[in-house]
């Protein structure tokens, strides 16, 4: 490819939208161009990129006894009806009717169309079958951000396996697990492999790869003692021991004029927030319901929803609150309320002489014992752990750091199969489901993510195994013949000898052709100019660290060979 003709619309300045370091630089290195919110064209160089992931993806799927397929992005309601997530899904699935006013959606993910699919599988002698494919997925986010990281359009490469039994489960399950790190060590991706939640997905094990970045928007627990690691909505630490007095036979109430935060309680009135029962009010599947914690303690929304299965969920109004516990926050409690389900985290368990609000403003209780005064219905892992908390395994205390989710695998069980009436005959003949599993990458997003990773404050510094070529040459007198000859001769040598090569034939000045190719990151820059020529060189210059080196112009192939490896 000549630079000349190529479609390669590189900017001087940043974009005044970006945040995220790889938004910022896939827009000014000419990979990307917004269309709108949460949608973007893929330029060619973009292209070639994305292809090359695809190809390391593939590779590795094919590795592991993955078959590929392509499946419908547009998917009839019924089969997602049947799995029960046509409603689960709620805001984020797009939703439109045909001519015919049949129900239809724009597929955010195919566990229920592969099940489909495997419905033809005959007996369990064809298991296990591990099926994948790159297609488009949708979904309508409430708030795109951060360029190709968070879109409403995306290629996933989703993979289902389908076995047998759990035993065969946790074989393929292993199988992808390994096919996903040998995945992102090809990629130059560095990840954490961390437990996860499932959310709407269903199934047991759940396991995402994480890749630390600060413009990741997920957030690893993760103690470096010991190896654990979990996404911040599954993660758990330790907790002292707590012994209470017995305190009163019933709760007391005593005014508290003003008062309206865990600190005013603390501060005016003698109640650490630890012995405080924090009263939040959410309307999970519209039903509203009191949330209970400890008072120094932060809900985490998504294990509200994995203690649940809501698949709506908000925080009250406060006129709502008002109607259905006569208070306002601040003053709010579960004391006596029997109309309302009530959950609460387990570090409240066995819990006495506690302080909450008493549902009248201004008045809070002391005194309370959990077990003994308030109705919890459910107990469960609601808060969210902090910094500096003790490892559940190891005891020592635990880091947070942010990260990009770039793959997420999960062990579904048979509920889509039961569902979709995925079954074959065992071994005795009797009819029974097929056990799934999921596995996921987003192609852009590990796009983006490589950006994060590898880039220094000139541009993007491409892997070579990703790049869109892996040498660009450079004719820096595009006006003085001899020097145009013996790029070219260059160029078409080590195209000849099987190297993605560009070469940069525009009449512009050696310093913009030399920023562009420093900013779209092509691995290694071979440049010709006259002061080489008449000493029968070029310089041949590595992106990832700058350091230049003259090379005989016959020998400039081979050191490119073997630099590639």
Known sequence: MRWSQAHIPTLREDPAEAEAVSHRLLVRAGYVRPLTAGHYSLLPLAVRVRAKIIEVVRSEMDAVGGQEMLLPALHPAEPWRRSGRWDLMGQEMFRLRDRRGAELALGMTHEEIFATVARELGSYRSLPQRWYQFQTKFRDEPRPKGGLMRTREFTMKDAYSFDIDRAGLDASFAA??????????????PVLAVEASSGTMGGSDSVEFMCPAEAGEDRVVHSPACGYAANIERATSGLPEVTDAPGPAVPEPFDTPGVRTIDDLATGHGAPADRQIKTLVYVLDERPTLVLLRGDHLLNEQKLVDATGAAAVRAAAAEEIREWLGALPGSLGAVGVTDLPVIADEALRGRRDMFTGANRDDVHLRGVDVERDIRVGTWADLREVAEGEPCPRCGEPLR???????????????????ALGAEVPDADGRQVPLVMGSYGIGVERAMAAIVEIHHDDRGVVWPPAVAPYQVVVVVAQTNDEATAQAGEALYRDLLAAGVETIIDDRPERAGVKFRDAELTGIPYRVTVGRRGLAEGTADVTRRSTGESEKVALDEVVGHIRRLLG
Request: glycine share 12%; proline share 0%.
């Open 400 to 418: 947070i750091f942010r990260a990009i989710e770039v793959g997420h695998i999960f062990k579904l069980g048979d509920r889509y199969a039961r």
């Open 176 to 189: 992808f697990h390994g096919a996903y790190t040998r995945i992102f060590e090809r990629l130059g991706l």
